[in-house]
């Protein structure tokens, strides 16, 4: 009896320590998962480079690491999510990683400084069908052009900001109509130099995409007779820019000037306002917006003006021909702002071979 007795108490020990180790084990888990999710949201969080809009400034397959310090932490407007996953996942079927039911106002913690002009910006796509509460959008980065309240214009690409035109980034990118003389191009000439083909409209005739560092030493080749930029006239319509009106004969190269909406900036209300900031006071400032008998309606109220409730920001990709941007989809709200990135921690070239994909050369490399 005494021996069944020991015995039932070694195993009780037993039980105890395996579910006291199992318990650690939870809550180093429970611990790690808090903290994670702590600093990604107030600190710093990763993401991928996911299009070549950026290039030759960031790259298809850069890692950075993101600053919310910068411009101040943006609280979760949608807080119930499972951690790090991608706001919707495909398993067959498009799922979810979050529940809308409840949702907070848009709250951001004190930052370091406000978005500057020439600022890489991580922010959420403010355009297409705003299905998703704004913090679960597609993350994009571009370059902000235009802070609220300015007036920008391009004219014949080169971007102007209250009237001074803005210096391209160093390693911009933009498309060019090339001529050569028949012989044919190095293959390896084109890859060092980063240099894209986009297009061969003759036997000597080629579009193609070429950073600014590299447009001197193309020029120089012996087989170059000319080099001219790809520049939609002033004046030539295309529907598919912002804000996709009639009124504005406005495309990629040539466009504006538009003024950038500033909280507190109040404009009157008329078929050219509407066609800009219509879809500001609907979708962004949550507004319902009427024309009827002559007369503008907000929220069912006769209304002849508009003072907006948040700023706004312009944003372009340095690849000013393979970008798609501001002048597509039109302004980034600021509750739509994440942050800074502050450099590139690792670098992956998908179209290289295994031991040749890492491009070492841009991993722990600062942004511009």
């Keep these: 009896m005494k021996w069944n007795i020991l015995s039932r108490n070694k195993k009780k020990q037993t039980d105890t320590a395996k579910k006291s180790k199992t318990r650690e084990w939870l809550d180093a888990i429970v611990f790690a998962v808090i903290v994670s999710t702590l600093v990604r949201g107030l600190l710093f969080s990763a993401y991928a480079i996911p299009s070549s809009s950026m290039e030759g400034t960031q790259m298809t397959g850069d890692y950075l690491f993101v600053s919310k310090l910068n411009y101040g932490a943006r609280m979760p407007i949608t807080p119930i999510s499972i951690p790090f996953l991608e706001s919707h996942i495909n398993w067959g079927s498009d799922i979810k990683t979050y529940w809308d039911g409840i949702k907070l106002p848009y709250f951001r913690l004190p930052g370091l400084g406000t978005v500057k002009n020439g600022d890489i910006v991580v922010f959420n796509y403010p355009g297409g069908v705003l299905k998703d509460p704004v913090d679960m959008r597609v993350h994009y980065i571009k370059r902000c052009l235009g802070v609220p309240g300015d007036v920008l214009e391009i004219r014949d690409t080169r971007v102007i900001v209250n009237g001074k035109e803005m210096k391209n980034a ?13 012989i044919a191009f190095n293959p390896k000439l084109l890859d060092d130099l980063d240099i894209e083909v986009r297009g061969q409209y003759s036997n000597e005739g080629f579009v193609m995409i070429i950073p600014a560092s590299s447009y001197a030493e193309l020029k120089n080749q012996s087989n170059i007779t000319s080099i001219k930029p790809v520049i939609e006239p002033r004046g030539l319509q295309d529907q598919s820019v912002y804000p996709q009106s009639d009124l504005f004969n406005w495309n990629q190269d040539n466009y504006g000037p538009i003024t950038v909406p ?106 511009q």
């Design 262 to 367: 500033r909280k507190g900036w109040t404009i009157a209300l008329n078929d050219s306002t509407i066609a800009l900031y219509g879809k500001v006071i609907q979708q962004f400032e949550n507004n319902k917006l009427e024309h009827a008998d002559g007369r503008y309606y907000i929220n069912n109220k006769i209304a002849s003006t508009y003072t907006f409730k948040m700023n706004y920001y312009w944003m372009m990709g340095d690849n000013r021909h393979n970008s798609e941007d501001s002048r597509y989809w039109g302004f980034v709200p600021e509750d739509h702002v994440v942050g800074k990135p502050m450099f590139t921690f690792m670098s992956i070239d998908s179209t290289k071979t295994i031991f040749n994909k890492v491009r070492w050369n841009r991993v722990l490399r600062g942004i």
């Design 170 to 182: 160093p390693k911009a990118q933009t498309s060019y109509y090339v001529t050569t003389n028949g």
